[in-house]
């Protein structure tokens, strides 16, 4: 497999399957700099993949080996680039990113769609599922990963954090700006972090700088156009 570039780090990944094969070829890198991480796939790591997280037996070895992946690339990520895999819904507008995230099955994407349909082509999808946030020079950037969930919505693009909002599903919409303290809970579920001590340092470095400059929402809403020029007011500071 060519050399691909996720998150401005240079891999060499070299899957066994075309599935993940795939996912890759928008990130695939020509440029001169040397991969900073090997990683290759065969069925003795596939299986291992299997046993050590209790996989079933019956989930194809295609979609092990993504997972196989995914967790390799999360892993150097977070010890060595200030970053982590988010699962959370990120667009891109006006040069900033704007993130949703909520428990799967809240409508984090539903909601992300609404943005798209409101905005049109003033918006990009950068991932609508599991994008890397890296602290870069003291500031957020998200990026699009291999990884864009169940409608493939997102591509190889970035952009700075401007600010993340916290879904959760009501019969009225309501938004309001929650604190660092409130909104942490939410960031160690639905961020990529380990147990082991030092990748939990890590893990908290990053926190510390995601935090301290991004705005914290909580939107409590349906799924209704009505929520998304509700958040998307609040949010970036613009009227549609």
Request: include cysteine; proline fraction near 5%.
């Amino acid at each position: 497999m060519p050399k691909c570039k996720i998150a401005d780090v240079v891999f060499d990944l070299e899957p066994e399957y075309a599935y993940f094969n795939e996912r890759l070829t928008e990130f695939l890198y020509v440029g001169e700099e040397t991969p900073e991480y090997s990683v290759f796939s065969d069925d003795v790591s596939i299986e291992k993949e299997r046993k050590k997280y209790s996989l079933p037996e019956n989930l194809p070895a295609p979609l092990i080996e993504d997972l196989f992946f995914e967790r390799k690339v999360s892993d150097y990520i977070l010890e060595k680039k200030n970053g982590t895999l988010f699962h959370g819904s990120a667009i891109e507008y006006g040069g900033g990113a704007y993130v949703f995230t909520a428990r799967s099955g809240t409508g984090k994407s539903t909601h992300a769609g609404l943005w798209r349909e409101l905005l049109g082509d003033r918006v990009k999808m950068i991932n609508d599922d599991k994008p890397i946030v890296r602290i870069i020079d003291g500031k957020p950037v998200i990026y699009g990963t291999p990884w864009k969930g169940k409608h493939g919505l997102g591509g190889n693009i970035k952009a700075p954090v401007k600010a993340i909002c916290r879904l959760v599903q009501a019969k009225e919409n309501s938004i309001r700006e929650v604190s660092v303290k409130e909104f942490l809970p939410t960031f160690f579920v639905q961020c990529y972090h380990v147990e082991d001590r030092k990748r939990k340092e890590n893990f908290l470095e990053f926190l510390d700088g995601l935090l301290s400059g991004v705005k914290l929402f909580e939107l409590k809403c349906d799924i209704s156009k009505a929520a998304a020029e509700l958040s998307f007011t609040a949010m970036t500071g613009d009227k549609l």
